[in-house]
């Protein structure tokens, strides 16, 4: 049974199968998760050693020369480049661009193992390892906290919110810029020491030692065991104010004791030397570091990125309603700005896919009426929803996510969707005004150019589908519009093969002569230029030659960008 025949006789389980795809495809757009960019991962590992108080070329020497001897002997290492500035090294290891991601896990691992084999020198603090995708650079949304507060009170309010909004489902990280670290400064009165004959070290000893958590073994009793430590508690300037560096007694103190416990010791008499005695304390921010403004304004950056295949606006919606929370909390002077949020662009790109549907849509159906009739137009149209609800069913099955570029590759293929569905309605029209009855023209209409469609699919989609093999960054970036374009385009050949002939069957109607008196002038026109062409055809083909070839001989002489800069 042929493809027609099989659609004609089963118009129930045609409709029934419509209706379906319809339905499910509703389902996977809602589900789709939305983002600006698809996350590209890089296939890279950084590792960042911060190294504070140390010149640009000690770091290279004591950091980065070790770290590189290391990771020589990695395999698929394609390049290892590195920076050295002050207080800071970094070494970024590429590995080739075939490596697949499971290659890139079991990588990943081993060049940690190797970097824990690497001996650094005293000083450096909390090194890094970490592999890199776009994501870390693409935020869905960065919030910015500013105002005439004073600085502490926007860093705690960000730190607040901060941990509110990591919170959200779906959320990788909330990076803090612009909130600097907390210090404690302590800043010691010489005449003071000299007259109480305290030492600086006795004060450094006692701050380190009330400092320090220390474990105090292990407590047992008859049916358990306490694992015992003690830890520091200091928090607030006041707390440093109240250490103890020495007793009365003339024995150091550091370490003992409670700060409240040692105040109301010299009260009662004891004496005791605390350390508001010998000098001042402050609490204050480390003067390195990034510093951030807004409208003039001291400001602190709350930077949200997502998990890989995390819904955008989903995250932004849940976003706007912790903020509206935060607002009762909110202390007086801090002001809260959304700022990059991508979910804007994000919007406008489906808006444009919307628009160009329905205009599309529009203005098919209005030059199909001019020459097949309004019912037969409407019969086309119905290709363009259905193929894109065929196309939202299997990005979701796929995993895939509908970002701009997904968009993209939708409207590339907006106006394609539709061309076997014209070849298919305009030739079953043909037969019927032949005297082919509806049943018998759809049948015959189909089957009679089947071969065509299916070869002018797959030669479109061979032009495509090597799109999905660039090597490097680019092609994992662009992996998904050929794969977009080709899936609606087997979607449509598929709407157009099974769908549509059913359809002109039953609801084609009836079918007239249409006399367009400005096609027929048209058509007779193009009809002598096409027999002039013929008849001089060794001379068009010559002309046409020497026109590719000049067109081709352009190509050196045209500038090369492939993203070109924008504003």
């Not at 693409?138 to 705690?156: K, M, N, S, T």
């Not at 508001?276 to 001291?298: K, L, M, P």
């Amino acid at each position: 049974m042929s493809i027609g025949k099989f659609s004609v006789k089963n118009p129930v389980l045609i409709n029934l199968l419509m209706i379906i795809l319809f339905v499910l495809g509703l389902f996977s757009i809602a589900r789709l998760p939305r983002e600006q960019f698809a996350e590209v991962p890089f296939y890279w590992v950084n590792i960042v050693v911060p190294y504070p108080g140390v010149s640009a070329p000690e770091v290279e020497q004591s950091v980065i020369v070790p770290i590189e001897r290391e990771f020589q002997n990695l395999p698929r290492v394609k390049q290892i480049s590195s920076t050295a500035s002050e207080g800071l090294g970094v070494v970024r290891v590429e590995f080739d661009d075939d490596v697949t991601a499971d290659e890139f896990g079991r990588l990943y691992q081993e060049a940690q193992t190797q970097f824990n084999r690497v001996s650094l020198p005293d000083g450096v603090i909390d090194p890094v390892v970490d592999d890199f995708s776009s994501g870390d650079f693409v935020p869905v949304i960065e919030d910015i906290l500013h105002g005439e507060a004073d600085y502490p009170v926007i860093v705690e309010a960000a730190e607040t919110l901060q941990r509110r909004i990591e919170g959200i489902r779906e959320v990788s990280e909330v990076t803090l810029i612009g909130g600097r670290e907390r210090e404690i400064a302590i800043e010691l009165d010489r005449n003071r020491m000299e007259a109480l004959g305290v030492s600086l070290n006795e004060v450094i000893q006692a701050v380190d030692g009330r400092s320090a958590a220390v474990p105090g073994g292990v407590l047992e009793t008859a049916n358990r065991e306490y694992l015992l430590r003690t830890v520091s508690g200091l928090e607030s300037a006041e707390d440093f104010k109240d250490i103890i560096v020495r007793r009365s007694n003339g024995s150091q103190a550091a370490g003992s004791g409670m700060g409240g416990g040692a105040a109301g010791a010299s009260a009662e008499g004891f004496g005791a030397v605390l350390v508001r005695d010998v000098g001042s304390v402050e609490e204050q921010f480390e003067r390195r570091g990034i510093t951030a403004r807004y409208n003039g304004n001291s400001a602190v950056v709350l930077r949200v990125t997502k998990v890989t295949k995390g819904n955008a606006i989903s995250i932004v919606e849940d976003l706007r309603q912790t903020l509206e929370q935060f607002d009762e909390i909110r202390p007086p002077g801090v002001q809260i700005a959304l700022f990059n949020d991508s979910t804007v662009q994000i919007q406008d790109s489906i808006s444009v896919l919307v628009n160009n549907g329905l205009f599309g849509f529009l203005l098919l159906v209005l030059i199909l009426y001019l020459f097949i009739g309004f019912r037969n137009a409407l019969i086309t149209g119905i290709g363009i929803p259905l193929a894109f609800a065929i196309t939202f069913i299997v990005l979701e099955w796929m995993g895939e996510t509908l970002n701009s570029n997904t968009l993209f590759g939708l409207v590339l293929v907006l106006g394609m969707v539709v061309d076997h569905a014209i070849v298919i309605v305009e030739n079953s029209y043909r037969l019927k005004q032949d005297g082919y009855s509806s049943v018998d023209a759809a049948i015959e209409g189909t089957n009679q150019v089947v071969k065509p469609v299916i070869t002018a699919t797959l030669t479109t989609v061979a032009a495509f589908l090597p799109l999905m093999f660039l090597p490097g960054i680019i092609g994992r970036f662009l992996r998904v519009i050929p794969l977009v374009v080709s899936i609606a385009l087997i979607a449509s050949t598929f709407e157009a093969l099974v769908f549509l002939p059913v359809h002109f069957a039953e609801w084609s109607g009836k079918t007239g002569e249409r006399k367009l008196r400005l096609f027929d002038r048209f058509r007779d026109r193009f009809a002598r230029l096409a027999g002039g062409v013929y008849k001089h055809r060794r001379i068009s083909v010559a002309v046409m030659l020497l026109i590719m070839i000049g067109s081709f001989a352009l190509v050196p002489f045209l500038r090369q960008d492939l993203f070109s800069a924008e504003d």
